[in-house]
């Protein structure tokens, strides 16, 4: 694939085209040309970008997301020559009000990068113009299929790629898809689990609602791959734009007979709808969405059997995340070579991350596997905020795990995260920095988990509750002697002792923290001590008697009134006040006021 | 959205309209529960008997499904309802601040709806928006990067 550092969208809708758009794509042409720039920007043309009447002849540069309006063939030269060669944006040229758009999410992307599944994310194309997506090689793979390819050799071509699942297990795609084909019954069905529910990531959001028709291409794809004849994209409740995207999408593909009866003009026919969740984040687990499409509560069933021989109304079914199917129609196209020759050993392409926490620049990436920890943190990343130190980075949401910063060098693939107690997940990369307390983030996972559970376990149900109250306890300063202990045997019982990857995982969060902490959660049990000074209960704000001007700034600011002291005297807090909101540290000029 | 209890006869009005549009069938139990949760505010127990009789299902797995899901209520809830986004990435982005304020404003805590029904205030998990919180949700409005400050103006266009 070629790589472009930018791409111009000229719009030519009818309005703009009458103003002369043509004349101003061409002239770019020729000046990209004369500038040697040609093959490193890429000139497009789309539909209506700002209002035409208005603003036409306009145009679009990505990845900044500049919109220069207006246009006479005489402004392009130095246009390009500003924008392109000296990376200063015209102003003049801009549109009144809307100056560059900051795009909080996806930046555009960084050296270590390469973004197959992103690789319309940022505005590239018009999600809601199909037409702009066929431009970009859309549904050029799934003509391929249908024209020279029978289903046996894409689910051989997706099993050489080494494509494995992106919805956390990573199982091999091509293998489950062969499961499903070779499952006896006429009537099958396919699913897109776009239940997104780890906290932080949105992954999956962004794809649906800038590139809608990558998964929906994907689906049919794999629908004729195990011969499906209905799909479903059951897609969470909290993403009202992402299914509308999707609906405008699969209505367009319906309307350029790429879906429904006998598509291509081929005998092969699908459907697909969108469902929709109603809140509930164990639904995002296979067996619990499959009974939630069927009308019943959430929860999970037992497997085997597996859904690929007994899924949805018992048919055999099969199921892959979003990020998943938006990496097939590049395999058909690029072929199984190209697409092997990304990653490691162990895991092949590209995975997709919701970079957040203590890092400098968070957002959407998309990296090679076998990318370090350290690449991540750093190189893309941007470092840690205000320069702190690394102390660990948690990746596979909920149920996922904290990897010590001693392990930054650490390439990122399913084994290498398996093997440090962690999990990939769906792809959440939570940075954390010194000032993290580990006890802390355990506590606060469990809390989602046992909130999430639905119940239908005991031991996840009595499980999880239990281990929340002992983390709880220590965090509060109450932790007794043997908690450790308690927490692994707990742990234990619940992992091993759960129907879904809910319960299974749950542990996770906890027996990594102990496992690489375990001194700090023996500081607060037994020194009474928040090594990382963040537990309310086990921390004191107090003022240095020396450093102290009597200034009052911070007895004027305490919301309580815990602070005593006459003007230009030492001032003091009282403990037993003082609800530990740190607001006198942040307000004091001298850096008087510590906490111990 | 709807103040206080629905009269019953609305309520299997309703029911009956949602069920037909989307046909009587147990596949589109969850789509029928969310439509008319969304029309009505909640689930009255005569919306669930309705669509028991037609869906010809039990009301025992009728309710079974509408207690299941954190987005659907069996009991009245106010005009508005207000989510305010709980999860991890928002709080520490001043989700905090905002939170309290907003208790603070609306006189309410989690779960509780105000006496003149005007408001019902939940919390929620991730809405996918954490690149801009703190976020909340007023019925189906989301606001994105909100400070303590930008709660008045929200809550005014509210009546
Ligand atoms: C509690 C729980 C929540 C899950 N949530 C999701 C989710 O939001 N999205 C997803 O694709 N997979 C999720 N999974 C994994 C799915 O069960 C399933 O493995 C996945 O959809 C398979 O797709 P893949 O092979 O493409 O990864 C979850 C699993 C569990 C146990
Ligand atoms: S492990 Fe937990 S969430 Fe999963 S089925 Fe059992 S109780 Fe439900
Ligand atoms: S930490 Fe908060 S409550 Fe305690 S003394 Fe400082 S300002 Fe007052
Ligand atoms: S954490 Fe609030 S939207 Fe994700």
Request: glycine share 10%.
């Amino acid at each position: 694939m070629a790589f472009f550092r930018s791409h111009i969208l000229v719009s030519v809708d009818p309005v703009c085209l009458e103003k002369g758009a043509h004349d101003i794509f061409d002239t770019l042409l020729d000046e990209l040309g004369k500038k040697g720039l040609i093959d490193e920007i890429q000139v497009l043309e789309t539909s209506r970008i700002g209002d035409p009447e208005t603003l036409g002849p306009d145009l679009m540069v990505y990845p900044e997301g500049v919109h220069y309006v207006n246009l006479t063939p005489a402004d392009i030269p130095y246009m390009v020559e500003e924008h392109f060669l000296k990376g200063r944006t015209v102003d003049k040229l801009l549109a009144g009000e809307s100056k560059v758009a900051v795009d909080e999410e996806v930046a555009p992307p960084k050296p270590k990068e390469i973004r197959i599944v992103l690789r319309n994310s940022l505005g590239k194309i018009d999600p809601l113009n199909i037409e702009d997506y066929i431009a970009e090689d859309g549904y050029a793979a799934l003509a391929k299929i249908l024209s020279e390819m029978t289903p046996d050799e894409v689910i051989d071509t997706v099993l050489k790629s080494g494509l494995r699942g992106r919805g956390g297990a990573g199982f091999p795609t091509g293998k489950k898809w062969q499961f499903a084909r070779n499952a006896p019954g006429d009537e099958k069905y396919l699913i897109c689990n776009a239940d997104e529910g780890d906290p932080g990531a949105f992954m999956n959001r962004r794809v649906l609602e800038s590139d809608p028709h990558s998964v929906v291409e994907g689906m049919i794809i794999a629908a004729y791959a195990i011969g499906a004849g209905q799909g479903y994209v059951y897609c969470r409740a909290e993403y009202p734009d992402a299914v509308r995207t999707l609906k405008v999408a699969i209505e367009q593909a319906r309307e350029f007979g790429l879906l429904g009866q006998n598509i291509l003009g081929s005998d092969f026919s699908f459907e697909l709808e969108v469902r929709m969740g109603a809140g509930a984040f164990v639904c995002g687990e296979e067996t619990a969405l499959m009974a939630s499409i069927e009308g019943q509560r959430g929860q999970p069933r037992p497997r085997p059997p597996f859904p690929a021989v007994k899924g949805l109304w018992g048919k055999p079914t099969n199921i892959n995340n979003v990020e998943t199917y938006a990496n097939v129609a590049q395999i058909i196209l690029n072929g199984a070579d190209w697409y092997a020759s990304i990653g490691t050993a162990d895991s092949k392409g590209t995975k997709t991350f919701a970079l957040a926490g203590d890092v400098k620049n968070t957002g959407l990436i998309e990296v090679p596997f076998g990318t370090t920890l350290r690449e991540i943190v750093y190189d893309i990343g941007g470092g840690i905020k205000n320069d702190k130190a690394l102390k660990a980075i948690q990746t596979g949401g909920p149920m996922g795990g904290c990897i010590p910063a001693s392990q930054v060098d650490l390439p990122v693939d399913y084994k290498a995260l398996t093997e440090a107690g962690s999990i990939m997940g769906s792809g959440g990369l939570v940075v954390m920095d010194e000032d993290t307390c580990m006890v802390d983030i355990a506590r606060f996972f469990m809390d989602f988990i046992q909130d999430e559970s639905c119940g239908k376990c005991v031991p996840c149900r009595i499980g999880t509750r239990r281990m929340l109250e002992i983390l709880t306890r220590i965090c509060d300063g109450k932790g007794e002697d043997g908690d450790i202990e308690r927490l692994e045997a707990l742990c234990y019982e619940v992992g091993t002792a759960s129907l879904c990857g809910l319960g299974q995982g749950a542990p996770n969060p906890v027996l990594s923290t102990i496992k690489h902490f375990r001194d700090e959660y023996e500081a607060h049990i037994y020194e009474k001590r928040c090594p990382a000074k963040t537990c309310r209960a086990l921390i004191n704000f107090v003022i240095l008697e020396d450093v102290c001007t009597g200034c009052t700034v911070c007895a004027r600011n305490c919301p309580v009134n815990a602070i005593s002291g006459e003007r230009r005297l030492a001032h003091h807090i009282d403990p037993d006040i003082c609800i530990r909101c740190g607001i006198c540290a942040q307000v004091c000029n001298y850096n008087a006021i510590e906490i111990q | 959205m709807t103040v206080g209890t629905i009269a019953s006869d609305k309520a299997r009005q309703v029911a009956q309209e949602v069920c037909q549009q989307h046909g009587a069938t147990r596949d589109e139990l969850i789509p029928i529960l969310s439509d008319i949760n969304r029309q009505l505010g909640y689930l009255p127990a005569e919306a669930l008997d309705e669509i028991s009789t037609q869906l010809k299902i039990p009301k025992s797995q009728v309710l079974s499904a509408a207690s299941f899901y954190s987005m659907l209520s069996t009991q009245p809830r106010g005009r508005h309802v207000i989510k305010f986004c709980e999860s991890a990435p928002c709080h520490v982005q001043g989700g905090r601040e905002v939170w309290l304020a907003l208790q603070d404003q609306l006189q309410l805590k989690s779960g509780e709806t105000s006496p003149d029904d005007r408001w019902t205030l939940e919390t929620t998990s991730c809405l996918g928006q954490c690149a801009d919180g703190p976020v909340i949700l007023v019925d189906e409005d989301i606001y994105l990067n909100v400070t303590p400050d930008q709660l008045s103006g929200i809550l005014a266009k509210y009546k």
